[in-house]
Structures are given as C-alpha cells and as structure tokens.
Antibody, heavy 121, light 110 residues
C-alpha cells in the first residue's frame, strides 16, 4: 500500500523559510515522479512543483518559481520542498503526491494527508 | 497565460448521469494533455479518479469514466450516488514538466 506522510508545516513570518518533507513507502520510490500540490483556505487545488524519479528534472509553477525548490533523497524515499521568501499568499495545505510515471506529467495516483503552512506576522 | 476551465457547479439527480468538462481558454484538450480527474470532499485530501484521459485509479468504480469530448476532457458519472457530492478537479499537462489544475466543479446530488 502506498503511503505518503508530509511533515514540516507550521507558522512562519513573511519573508521566512520552511522545509517540508514527504516520506514515501509501499512503492519503488525512484521509479516515479513526485508532485507538490497546495490548497489555500477555501480555494481550489494548485499544482506547485514536480520532480522526476531520478531527481534530474524539477519543474515549478510561475507563482513559486525562484522561491520554492523541490528535491528528493532516493536513498531515504523522501521528497522535500524548500520554501524561501514566503508570502501570505503561500498560506495553504501542501500535499505531496505520487506521479503515475517517472516523468512529471500524466497526473498522480496517491496523495498524502497534507501539511498546513501559515505565513503570517 | 492559458487557463484550465471547468464548470463552477453542476447538479445531478440520484441515479442520474452527469458529464463534467475540462477545457483550455486557448486551444484544445487532447490525449497529450494527459487529463486527470480528482475528487475532494471538505477537509479531506483529494482522491484520484482518472489519469491519462481514461484510466481509472485503483479502487475507483466503473461508473466513473474519462474521455475526450470535442475539444475538452470529460468526466462522466453514471448512476450518481449521494456520496458523489464533492468537488471535482481536472489537471492538464501544459508541457515542459508543468501541469495546471482547473478551478474545480462543485457537484450537488439532489
């Protein structure tokens, strides 16, 4: 059974940084892209970032490019989202999700439970 | 910037059939858009229904189906049930590793 467990969310001041982690189990981690999706309070889902199975390709929505960085440690079956220069509009539940293939396209088939990031002074 | 469009809301009678669509503000959706569909109830993580246009995710009943209808992706629910009342989101692949969600459709079963 695929399991994805996010951690690292919390309250951070504007301009601050936070690092989210997503520990995966139940599948061959390095064979699949991993995707970050977020949902602001009362809003819809937003695709944030994708990383290929090898970690050699990373992709970002325009809204986060240059501020958020996705990486993965395939020896630990974990994907990370480093969040810098945070803004109030980054406040959201952040979900990690398992891609259906190695490449960052085609959708996802499993989701974590999400971790809340609140950017506020 | 291309926007992914969905109906904001839809209603269906119990036992009825409903088709939700997912389009582009500019251009047509095709299989190379790799459309996927997700269901979300309030306070819960999303659930994957369909990926790669028409492949049902594990455990999803066959009354959920995906297709391309004209220039849009479509999610059809047949024999709607009360617990299908949810928000439904589509995602389209835009190229260069990037995908975009639609704004979501709130489905009411009544």
């Amino acid at each position: 059974e695929v399991q994805l467990l996010e951690s690292g969310g919390g309250l951070v001041q504007p301009g601050g940084s936070l690092r989210l982690s997503c520990a995966a189990s139940g599948f061959t981690f390095n064979n699949y892209a991993m995707i970050w999706v977020r949902q602001a309070p009362g809003k819809g889902l937003e695709w944030v970032s994708g990383i290929t199975g090898s970690g050699g390709g990373t992709y970002y929505a325009d809204s986060v490019k240059g501020r958020l960085t996705t990486s993965r440690d395939n020896s630990k079956d974990t994907v990370f989202l480093q969040m810098n220069s945070l803004r109030a509009e980054d406040t959201a539940v952040y979900y990690c999700a398992k891609g259906i293939r190695d490449a960052s396209k085609g959708g996802v088939d499993s989701w974590g439970q999400g971790t809340l990031v609140t950017v506020s002074s | 910037q291309t926007v992914v469009t969905q109906e904001p809301s839809f209603s269906v009678s119990p036992g009825g059939t409903v088709t939700l669509t997912c389009g582009l503000s500019s251009g047509s959706v095709s299989t190379t858009s790799y459309p996927s569909w997700y269901q979300q109830t309030p306070g819960q993580a999303p659930r994957t229904l369909i990926y790669s246009t028409n492949t049902r995710s594990s455990g999803v009943p066959d009354r959920f189906s995906g297709s391309i209808l004209g220039n849009k992706a479509a999610l059809t629910i047949t024999g709607a049930q009360a617990d299908d009342e949810s928000d439904y989101y589509c995602v389209l692949y835009m190229g260069n590793g990037i995908s975009v969600f639609g704004g979501g459709t709130r489905l009411t079963v009544l």
